[in-house]
Every structure is written in C-alpha cells, then in structure tokens.
C-alpha cells in the first residue's frame, strides 16, 4: 500500500514538471509554419504550429531556432494548428529571450500552460496551469459548498529576467451564461520563481462580475499596442487585427474607457490607504489632461494606462 502511495505521489509531480534535457536538434517541420507572435525579442526563438491546410493530421507544436532553421524539441501536453476553431496558442517571452510560456486554451479557457527554458540548445519543460485551476477551483468550492465546481480559467502573465514570473488569472464557473447556474467569479495571484520550481506566492478569492471584468480589461496591454486610425472610406489594412477609429475623437474615447476600468480595477486591488494616494493623483491627472488637445490627451492616457497597470503586478 505505501508503494502505491509514493508511486501516485511521483506521477502527480511528473506531471507538473517535464524534463526535455535529451532531444537533440531536427530539421524544419514540413508544412509549419511560424506561430503568430511567437518569435523571441531577440528573434532568434519562435514557435512552430503545422498550416491549416496540411495534408496531414499531427498537431504537435514545436519551439525552434528560427535562425538556424531547426527545431530544438516539441512542446509538451500541446496539441494546436494554425487558425484551429475554438482554440488558441499564445507566447510570452521573457525580455531577454532564455525561456516563454506557451499558453494552449480551450473553447472557454485555458488548457495548459507550460514554461519552456531554453538551456544549451536543449528545453526544460514545466507546466504550472494546474495549481492556478486548484487553487481558483477550491475557493469556488468553499463558497458554493459544491464539491465538483470548477472553473473557466483565463491567465495573465508577466516574466521578468530575474526568472520569477508573475501570474494573474481569473475564472467562472458559467461561461455559457445559464440562467439556472448560479454564477462564481474568481480571482489568483500568484509569483512561480522558475529557478527554484515552486510558487513563492498563490492567493485565490472570490469576485465580482464587474471586477473579473476590469481586471480582465486592465491586466490586457494589447489594446495599446494595436490601436490604428483609418478616415472614414479609407480600407483597414488586410493584416491588423487591433481596434480602428475614424477619427482622433473616437481614438480618445475608447482610450478613456480603458483607462477607467483599469482605474477601477487599481481601486479593488490596492489598500485602501495606498489607494487613496492615487486618486488624488488622479484627480489633478484628469484636470491637468482634459486642458489638452484631443491627440495629447491620447498620449497622455496611454501613458496613465500603461503607469496603473503595472500598479496591479
């Protein structure tokens, strides 16, 4: 009985963190293709998905050395081609290129999500979804007194260089929206120091449905990455995918819908005395911006944006 314990104890844990010392460079996949926004600040990484019109069936997805032109390993518990329905691949990297997190997720949320370390050619796989669905899943629990809720998880991440990643997630239990379920929302912070392969922080708690949405909102910085504006009849380019505006006017106004629910968002997350600082700041902020013309006050709410988000990390 004892071995069967420890034998189940060591399966649990292998699943958690993958070693992937071994594989040794191959050549190009045939009918891959370089994921979008996959490539590594330093251009020298990226990750490869097979084409939606490939002939055939392997979904297997690999991380390459795109200067080279071969590939250092596949990616482990990740099954994705390009365009897949109801699907989706994301890529984080680290600002100086040595690991990512390869973000695979569902219909309604996330799959998995594995680090990838980049050492001597070779990756070192963890995957690190499963405490963040635990932890959001038990607070869910406790509250409902349901033993088999779970939720929907969508996760945030930011990785820094000093190899601690720091991780935001928020979940539902309804995304379906069935009038007759009784809706949960609920809300993980936590700190992976991928150096030592443990969490040093995890907290889980319930939400609200208008705060999930203003984090949801607020912890995105995309928005500010894609924003372009085309005069009316003029085409939007083929390839952009961000949000377009006909005019500065209509620019400024969606900026300044952000910038309020990642205020309100600011406002949930912080003290109440660390709070109170910023809205006197942005009190004086809002007067000192709206004397402005329409494209400073653009600039200047993209810069606030940016300065209340990374309150939240």
């Not at 070693?19 to 050549?27: C, I, Y």
């Not at 690999?62 to 365009?83: M, P, R, S």
């Not at 406790?142 to 601690?164: A, C, I, T, Y």
Request: with cysteine; proline share 3%.
């Amino acid at each position: 009985m004892m071995f069967r314990r420890v034998l189940l104890a060591f399966s649990v844990l292998s699943l958690s963190y993958i070693s992937l010392s071994s594989l040794f460079a191959g050549e190009w996949p045939e009918d891959y293709i370089v994921q979008e926004n996959s490539t590594s600040p330093d251009g020298h990484y990226a990750v490869l998905v097979q084409t939606a019109d490939a002939s055939g069936d392997q979904n297997d997805v690999y991380l390459a050395d795109v200067k080279a032109h071969t590939t250092l390993g596949t990616i482990k518990k990740v099954d994705y081609f390009e365009h897949q329905n109801h699907r989706s691949l994301l890529v984080f990297w680290a600002p100086d290129s040595s690991y990512c997190i390869v973000q695979n997720d569902g219909r309604y949320g996330l799959d998995t999500a594995i680090v990838v370390e980049i050492k001597a050619d070779k990756l070192i796989q963890t995957q690190i979804d499963e405490r963040i669905q635990k932890s959001l899943d038990d607070a869910m629990k406790k509250q409902s007194h349901d033993k088999e809720m779970g939720g929907d998880v969508s996760p945030h991440f930011r990785l820094g260089n000093d190899r601690k990643i720091r991780v935001r997630a928020t979940s539902q239990n309804n995304p379906k929206q069935f009038e007759n379920v009784k809706t949960y929302y609920g809300l993980f912070q936590g700190t992976y120091d991928l150096a030592a392969k443990e969490w040093l922080v995890t907290d889980a708690r319930l939400i609200t449905s208008d705060q999930s949405n203003d984090l949801d909102s607020a912890y995105q910085d995309d928005f500010l990455k894609h924003i372009i504006i085309v005069p009316e009849g003029q085409p939007v380019p083929d390839d952009f995918t961000g949000s377009s505006f006909h005019t500065d006017e209509e620019e400024f106004d969606a900026l300044d819908t952000q910038l309020n629910q990642v205020y309100q968002a600011v406002h949930f997350i912080l003290p109440p005395n660390r709070f109170a600082k910023i809205k006197q700041e942005q009190i004086a902020w809002v007067k000192n911006r709206d004397a402005k013309s329409v494209k400073e006050k653009s600039k200047l709410t993209q810069e606030r944006i940016t300065a209340l988000q990374d309150l939240l990390w």
